[in-house]
């Protein structure tokens, strides 16, 4: 869910928006462009209910950017909601549509972040390692089915990954990186991670970039293709590329992990109950005189 508003309040900019630009990245007045508010039922199928006019005219305070201006009624039902953007570049296009999802929740509730102030930080990081915090000023290095491309428009409303898909990536790298020797299992959340640990931070970041590179190769190996015909010929071909930005994380993660082998110097030991009391070995400090039968071993 992207945004949640309480029954009374009042929406403007910022809130419910599209920015539109041309298929040269310039921001660009639509010919035109309406948009309808849908309640969406919770009963199975989940039909969608049109709330007031279907065809409701947006501001437009700047060329390219829209914003659905309306107060939620009081009488507002809870629960997710969609506006539905409709549009066209000029007079001849075909209307254009797209779907953006939002909440109502009951008055006085605290809507508050999904994830922790470590957790966020991370995620954001992340982003920033892969050009992926700012759609509308770093759009053309993603591909077009990721950058929405809407006829002759490009609509952006996010990023590449979504946050849920990073934190995923962060917590497969914490996992990795508590494998290699010494084991550091102790440290199975990011959010240990930034109180115990912040210096290993850029090591998970990297790792997280492999995985997040890999599913983006992974996705384009479905799409790729090669065609020639007529002395015309077109090749797809990203999925190497995106194996490539792997690689080169990898290796930035391989040198963390022999670092943490040399500067990790006290990793602790196995619990003493498993081993029984008194046993003299090298499993800890208990040298006291023991038993070595099987009912005191185990």
């Avoid at 922790?116 to 954001?124: A, N, P």
Wanted: proline share 7%; glycine share 8%.
């Amino acid at each position: 869910m992207g945004v949640a508003f309480q029954p009374c309040d009042i929406l403007g900019q910022g809130d419910l928006d599209i920015f539109l630009t041309d298929c040269n990245g310039i921001a660009s007045n639509a010919f035109e462009i309406t948009y309808a508010i849908y309640y969406l039922s919770p009963i199975p199928p989940y039909p969608e209910v049109l709330i007031g006019s279907p065809n409701r005219v947006p501001i437009n305070p700047n060329v390219g950017e829209y914003y659905a201006s309306l107060q939620v009624p009081a009488s507002a039902s809870v629960g997710c909601y969609h506006i539905r953007w409709n549009f066209k570049q000029y007079a001849g296009s075909p209307l254009q549509q797209v779907v953006q999802e939002w909440a109502v929740v009951a008055p006085g509730t605290s809507v508050v972040p999904i994830y922790s102030t470590c957790v966020t930080s991370m995620i954001g990081k992340l982003r920033l390692l892969l050009r992926d915090q700012n759609p509308d000023k770093f759009y053309h290095f993603r591909p077009p089915e990721a950058e929405g491309n809407i006829g002759a428009y490009n609509q952006v409303f996010g990023q590449i990954w979504e946050d849920a898909e990073l934190l995923e990536y962060l917590e497969r790298a914490l996992d990795w990186w508590n494998m290699f020797p010494p084991n550091t299992c102790g440290m199975d959340t990011i959010d240990k991670l930034c109180t115990d640990q912040p210096c290993w931070r850029t090591a998970i970041l990297w790792e997280a970039i492999t995985h997040a590179t890999f599913a983006m190769s992974l996705n384009w190996v479905a799409d790729e293709f090669d065609y020639s015909i007529g002395g015309v010929s077109l090749s797809i071909e990203k999925s190497a590329k995106y194996e490539s930005l792997k690689q080169n994380a990898e290796s930035q993660f391989d040198k963390a992990t022999e670092a943490k082998a040399r500067t990790v110097k006290f990793v602790r030991g196995l619990q003493q109950p498993k081993y029984g009391i008194g046993i003299r070995s090298a499993f800890g400090p208990n040298v006291g005189r023991g038993i070595l039968s099987p009912r005191n071993f185990l």
